[in-house]
């Protein structure tokens, strides 16, 4: 997958694309990213990228042109990808949203700054509009990681396990169900008996289990009890019974 990225501030990206899964998903080809400088494209003499507001107020607007063409001096005038901008207004960043996207070869992302970008690259140069959450961040480039981040965790070959990706919280519409590693016994507490038999289906119906349950205790919101299978109605159906007795 391509991402052609383009920002004031280039000089954030490299030590995340070369560290860790993402720099071996580079190194084997899986994942391509450009980062540009939009002020590469400012022609002043000062490579002046921002301007005061029409109509007055306080911040800064990064203005039109650089924008627009380093957006096309890179994809030409029509791009043929999705052209992403990240923003508080857009659509939130879900795992379905990642799935979504990730269906595309290649998307670029401008990353804003300051109060914003001035309206019209909204409305003739970006296709589609994505925020991370309700909260301001001062730019766009920590959103633009972790779109890259999410969407390459997801193509094919990048993950060592493939199945880690599949029992990720969200990807079933389920959180992930706990994790447990060396030392069995830490003082009193104790890796869940269960994991150490070696019974995989046992195995298999605990993790279920422990996910249903999570999610209904924290995320109640991501259970569509019509969707669940008669095992699963029944494996939390046992969790609640026994969550009731534990608080009792
Ligand atoms: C300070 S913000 C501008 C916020 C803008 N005035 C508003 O209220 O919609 C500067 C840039 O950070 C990025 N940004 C901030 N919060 C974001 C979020 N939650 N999701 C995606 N991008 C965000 C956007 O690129 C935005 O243009």
New binding site residues.
């Given amino acids: 997958m391509q991402f052609d990225i383009f920002t004031l501030f280039p000089e954030i990206f490299p030590s995340y694309f070369d560290s860790s899964i993402l720099k071996r998903a580079r190194q084997r080809g899986l994942l391509h990213v450009d980062v540009h400088n939009i002020r590469d494209w400012a022609v002043d003499r000062h490579h002046v990228t921002d301007d005061l507001p029409y109509g007055g107020g306080g911040?800064m607007i990064?203005k039109v042109e650089p924008v627009f063409s380093a957006v096309e001096s890179i994809l030409g005038t029509s791009p043929s990808c999705p052209v992403v901008?990240?923003?508080?207004?857009?659509r939130v960043?879900t795992q379905k949203v990642a799935e979504e996207l990730v269906q595309y070869s290649h998307l670029a992302l401008?990353?804003?700054?300051?109060?914003?970008?001035d309206e019209r690259i909204r409305e003739h140069l970006v296709t589609d509009e994505?925020?991370?959450?309700?909260?301001?961040?001062?730019?766009?480039e920590l959103?633009a990681l972790m779109l890259v981040d999410a969407l390459t965790r997801l193509l094919p070959g990048v993950l060592g396990d493939e199945e880690s990706a599949q029992q990720d919280s969200f990807m079933a519409g389920l959180l992930d169900h706990p994790h447990y590693t060396r030392p069995e016994q830490l003082s009193h507490q104790m890796v869940p008996e269960v994991l150490l038999g070696g019974d995989h289906e046992a195995i298999r119906k605990w993790r279920l289990k422990q996910s249903l349950g999570r999610t209904w205790l924290r995320r109640p919101d991501l259970l569509i009890m019509e969707t669940l299978s008669d095992e699963q109605k029944a494996l939390l159906e046992q969790f609640i019974a026994e969550f009731r007795q534990e608080v009792k």
């Fill in positions: 911040g990064m901008m990240l923003t508080p207004q857009g960043f401008i990353c804003g700054r300051y109060e914003g970008v994505i925020s991370i959450g309700d909260f301001v961040l001062t730019g766009g959103p």
